[in-house]
């Protein structure tokens, strides 16, 4: 039996009845209620998990009702019952808030479809935000922001992660926020409370690398006036990120690969080695797997430091966060140069999306910056954001390219308003099932990724 309880809102007593009996079948609890009167005190009685709810109510307008809901409820999935002449407002309730709509008469397995996927919905939403706190608990995830679902993957791996002392590699590219990540598991680790120092190993000359990581004694070389501490020894009891590490030379590798396996530094021109305790964290732009069957990475470093992979999409691939990080950067902006908070154009968002990002959310960060410097109104157009000279030949591809493109925006746009149902997916497009179905397999997407809405972190 589930434990569940349903609110159905109908003022057709017949119709109450029916889903009743059919819900209670299914192992549901189920509550009634046929007005929004009776459904607000249901909703203040008893902790309900779904409300059903008629699109026409007599004297009362369904979507009114559902948004006054959703406004006490916000996590309240509803899934509203039409007839098939109000399909357009069935649609309108959704992009209002509504997780899905069934048209009338329905049949009892598609209406069990529906709210088992709502309910799972609603779980994985009441996971996901339990994950966040305890992130939160221990440390600061809040600058880490993304729905998209590969992002969602890696925070739940980052907190699993967190609670161990393993050695982790991220990758990604440049700009995609390894630094941020590599903060995070230091955050949420039990070593929150000790150093977490940041180096780019590919910034710091070969000669000076090892002084700079490992420190030196007094009388190393000729300026060495004084001993120094290196950043592994400043480390201690904390963590240690080590960006680039791909750009480091054959011969420091072996003195790294002495400190993953001895735990033990020896500074230049020291004799003794010192015991360490310390976390590595790398991060690499490039592959490298690669890296070692080219010969320009040790295959023993490898391994040593592959223990934990974490791998970062790239922007473009994860186009459904740039609205989110992109109003994230324009207010953190506003409030710093105590501007009135901006808005964005529709136009503006939409050359955003079809941007390809290079620099990923560095240059994301950057062009948001420099927008809310110079618009001149209280929205940010296309102009405030891009200039054409560095945006005309990324944004203009092949006709084949800018087709694929739509398409697959168009069908992945299209399967999340509609929740992964293909049926109505397709009444939306007003295309067949099958020309739905064909776009699906061309861009091999996975329908049942979105049936499931994920909430911002």
């Not at 559902?66 to 509203?80: A, C, G, Q």
């Not at 982790?168 to 990540?181: A, D």
């Not at 105590?338 to 939409?350: C, I, M, N």
Request: glycine share 6%.
């Amino acid at each position: 039996m589930s434990n569940e309880n349903i609110l159905i809102i109908d003022d057709d007593a017949n119709i109450l009845e029916v889903l009743r009996m059919r819900l209670k079948a299914l192992g549901y609890y189920v509550s009634i209620a046929k007005d929004g009167d009776e459904a607000k005190k249901a909703l203040s009685l008893n902790n309900i998990n779904l409300a059903i709810i008629d699109l026409r109510l007599f004297g009362e307008n369904g979507i009114e009702l559902m948004e006054d809901i959703i406004k006490n409820y916000p996590k309240l999935p509803i899934i509203i019952l039409t007839a098939h002449g109000s399909i357009e407002s069935a649609v309108e309730a959704m992009k209002k808030g509504a997780y899905s709509y069934i048209t009338k008469p329905f049949r009892s397995d598609d209406l069990a479809i529906q709210i088992k996927n709502a309910l799972e919905k609603q779980l994985l939403t009441k996971e996901i935000e339990y994950l966040r706190s305890q992130l939160d608990a221990h440390g600061n995830f809040n600058h880490i922001i993304g729905e998209n679902k590969k992002m969602l993957e890696i925070f739940e791996l980052v907190s699993k992660i967190s609670g161990t002392d393993c050695t982790v590699i991220i990758y990604g590219e440049s700009g995609t926020g390894k630094e941020l990540i590599a903060r995070a598991i230091h955050q949420n680790s039990n070593r929150a409370n000790g150093p977490f120092i940041a180096t780019n190993c590919g910034a710091i000359p070969e000669g000076l690398l090892e002084n700079e990581l490992f420190g030196h004694v007094r009388g190393a070389y000729t300026d060495a006036h004084e001993s120094k501490e290196g950043l592994f020894a400043q480390a201690d009891k904390g963590s240690i990120f080590l960006d680039e590490i791909s750009n480091t030379s054959m011969t420091f590798q072996i003195k790294l690969l002495r400190v993953l396996q001895e735990r033990e530094i020896k500074p230049v021109g020291g004799t003794k080695n010192i015991k360490i305790n310390v976390r590595i964290i790398a991060a690499s732009n490039t592959d490298l797997q690669k890296a070692v069957s080219e010969g320009t990475f040790r295959k023993d470093l490898f391994y040593r430091i592959h223990v934990m992979p974490v791998y970062l999409p790239p922007l473009r691939e994860r186009k459904d966060d740039i609205p989110l990080l992109a109003t994230y950067f324009m207010s953190e902006f506003c409030k710093a140069l105590k501007k009135d908070v901006l808005e964005f154009s529709p136009v503006a968002l939409q050359r955003m999306l079809v941007y390809d990002w290079p620099g990923n959310i560095r240059e994301l960060r950057n062009k948001i910056e420099h927008a809310v410097i110079v618009a001149n109104k209280n929205i940010i157009e296309p102009g405030d954001i891009f200039s054409e000279k560095n945006t005309i030949a990324n944004v203009f591809n092949s006709y084949k390219d800018a087709k694929e493109r739509f398409e697959r925006e168009y069908i992945e746009n299209l399967l999340k308003v509609n929740k992964g149902n293909i049926t109505n997916a397709s009444k939306m497009a007003k295309r067949y099932r099958a020309d739905i179905y064909k776009l699906i397999r061309k861009y091999n997407i996975n329908p049942e990724e979105y049936k499931m809405h994920f909430s911002k972190w």
